[in-house]
């Protein structure tokens, strides 16, 4: 990977960069030892502060002014990122050396432009998403031929940059894995599975894909090279149209919550299901009356877990006709209990993530019963009435735990460090 280091603060220049990006907005001219292969970036400076004899490369920005220096135009989009056919075009105008073009991506739609954008590029280019979402772009210069890519020293200088130190540290050929959902502002699988691949010695990274729809996603992981990805609220579902093959026990679930980027071929697993048992690993299960909450894939999970497990199960679910479907999917016959009558009560809603009231009365909650809420990291109206009412009370961490390191596994084909994944949701 070719990193050039750009700097959002008048500083001295990073020792050991092969390349440097010096703003004209940041620093008042060229300091020295940037070397040949540098870049000037005008941000709105009259290309005549260059020197004459400057070898490096100079970024004119959207310009399609006549230099006799190396000549870099690029093109930034800070509120959208144009489909493969506008980015071509525009990148191809002009008798730049090298074409650039930064777009705000927000989507697996947006990355997906960006790749096919690359490949049909005929002329030495930069491409890249500015966001969180668009961090795969920076890391994957070979994927999508880039010249260089950038990180910066210091102060970031764009929007889901990573410092030159990562960068460089990186490497194009480093693992990725991460997660995707909408919203996953909550989500703390990043900060734990990051842990648990820095514990095993990986050199790689976990990020975020937050998008509002999966348009594009397989063409993302394929063409990107993603190991794997988790998959959260609200595509467990969704997600199984987009895949090649789904394990038997996602299948017997009806969700995927893993994928695995089988040398190619899309693999959905669920995860979900270990992380239940491993949250109910010392409590009495067979022959115990279940309540789940909720009709989603969460629920369909808790529910083919919980069978397993030997529980009788009770649903109750918002959603009439979803909360029916899971009952005849796995042969549930429904309303011979309550929420009171319960040994276990498992909530797969958002709620408490999200407003909303339960599908049950959890003021029938009393002492002697356990209740499992899958939302982590918070205090949920379920589990504040059930420790108030003398109830044992288990959030989602175990269960976050015990599914990650079911992913990491499949993903490494290795068991990762269990304490490593503990102190990072600490």
């Not at 002014?65 to 190396?70: F, L, N, P, V």
Request: proline share 3%.
């Amino acid at each position: 990977m070719r990193v050039c280091t750009t700097y959002g603060s008048d500083m001295p220049i990073r020792k050991g960069s092969e390349m440097h990006e010096i703003r004209l907005d940041v620093f008042d001219g060229i300091p020295d030892g940037v070397g040949d292969e540098s870049l000037v970036t005008l941000c709105g400076k009259d290309i005549s502060i260059i020197p004459k004899d400057f070898k490096g490369l100079v970024d004119v920005g959207d310009s399609l002014i006549k230099t006799e220096h190396r000549k870099i135009r690029s093109i930034h989009d800070f509120e959208r990122t144009p489909s493969a056919d506008e980015i071509v075009g525009m990148l191809s105008e002009g008798d730049q050396e090298i074409s650039k073009g930064a777009f705000v991506a927000s989507s697996f739609k947006d990355l997906k432009s960006i790749l096919d954008a690359s490949r049909r590029l005929d002329r030495k280019h930069v491409l890249l998403g500015m966001g969180k979402i668009g961090e795969v772009t920076r890391i994957r210069q070979r994927v999508l031929g880039n010249e260089f890519s950038f990180g910066y020293h210091g102060v970031s200088t764009a929007p889901g940059q990573l410092s030159a130190d990562e960068m460089e540290e990186l490497g194009d050929d480093c693992v990725l894995t991460g997660i995707t959902g909408h919203p996953l502002s909550h989500s703390k699988s990043p900060a734990m599975q990051s842990a648990a691949m820095k514990a095993a010695g990986i050199n790689g990274r976990y990020l975020t894909f937050d998008s509002p729809d999966l348009e594009g996603v397989e063409d993302v992981i394929l063409g990107y090279n993603i190991r794997g990805i988790n998959v959260t609220i609200p595509y467990k579902q969704e997600i199984m149209s987009h895949l090649d093959h789904i394990s038997g026990a996602a299948v017997s679930a009806g969700a995927v919550n893993t994928i695995v980027n089988d040398n190619g071929k899309l693999i959905g697993h669920n995860t979900d299901v270990v992380g239940i048992a491993y949250t109910l690993r010392d409590i009495e299960t067979s022959g115990a009356k279940a309540v789940v909450l909720g009709s989603g894939g969460a629920a369909r999970a808790a529910v083919f877990e919980l069978g397993a497990l030997g529980c009788k199960m009770s649903i109750s679910a918002r959603n009439a006709d979803a909360a029916s479907a899971l009952c005849r999917d796995f042969g549930i016959e429904n309303g011979n209990f309550g929420i009171e009558d319960a040994d276990i009560v498992v909530n797969c809603t958002p709620i408490g993530i999200v407003e909303g009231k339960y599908p049950a009365d959890i003021t029938k909650l009393h002492e002697g019963q356990t209740v499992f809420d899958m939302v982590y990291g918070r205090s949920t109206p379920i589990l504040e009435t059930a420790r108030i009412r003398g109830c044992t009370c288990m959030d989602g961490s175990d269960m976050l735990v015990g599914q990650g390191a079911e992913s990491f596994r499949l993903w490494f084909g290795r068991k990762p460090d269990i304490d490593a994944m503990k102190d990072a949701l600490r």
